[in-house]
């Protein structure tokens, strides 16, 4: 997998986070809902100037500056880093999608669009940009926890010929 795919993954999140939420925004009234899965999940139109779940709303210059922090620190890992696994290279481009989407509504309109309502959970109202955020770092976690695991196994195997190490 090419390090040009992190890149076309993040690219394609955004043009689908975008098409979502020009249909949700053209089609829908400000804090209309329509059931999806009823008791389950709803469409619901937002707007949201805070971070995901409404959290430190009225920060929107605070999350331009991070997701621009996070759209460099992306692009220098996926140029950078030699040997990313596929994993990585998934996370990469999620994260990346993911935060180029809702960079996109807070420079435009200082807010954004939320659409996924997930009602047995908190009543959470939330996109698809905010869903590739979290795949994305879940699997970059994952990826450097294995890669942690490994290491661990590399020292306990190279060190346990027998001997106790102090």
Do not use: C
């Not at 009823?38 to 937002?46: E, K, Q, R």
């Not at 709303?57 to 996926?78: K, M, P, S």
């Not at 990469?92 to 309109?109: C, E, I, M, Q």
Request: charged content about 15%.
């Amino acid at each position: 997998m090419s390090r040009w795919n992190i890149l076309y993954l993040a690219f394609m999140i955004v043009v689908l986070d975008r098409v979502l939420k020009i249909w949700v925004a053209r089609s829908m009234g400000l804090g209309q809902s329509i059931p999806v899965i009823p008791h389950l999940l709803w469409i619901t139109y937002i707007l949201n100037n805070g971070a995901a779940f409404s959290l430190l709303r009225h920060g929107t210059w605070l999350f331009v500056v991070v997701a621009f922090l996070l759209l460099g620190a992306v692009t220098y890992v996926a140029w950078r880093v030699k040997d990313l696994s596929r994993r990585a290279i998934w996370g990469l481009g999620l994260l990346a999608g993911g935060s180029a989407g809702n960079l996109w509504d807070r420079l435009v309109s200082g807010r954004v669009i939320d659409y996924i309502h997930v009602r047995f959970w908190s009543g959470a109202v939330f996109n698809l940009a905010d869903s590739a955020i979290v795949v994305g770092m879940s699997l970059l976690v994952w990826e450097y926890w294995r890669r942690q695991e490994e290491g661990r196994d590399a020292y306990t195997s190279r060190n346990s010929g027998g001997s106790t190490r102090r």
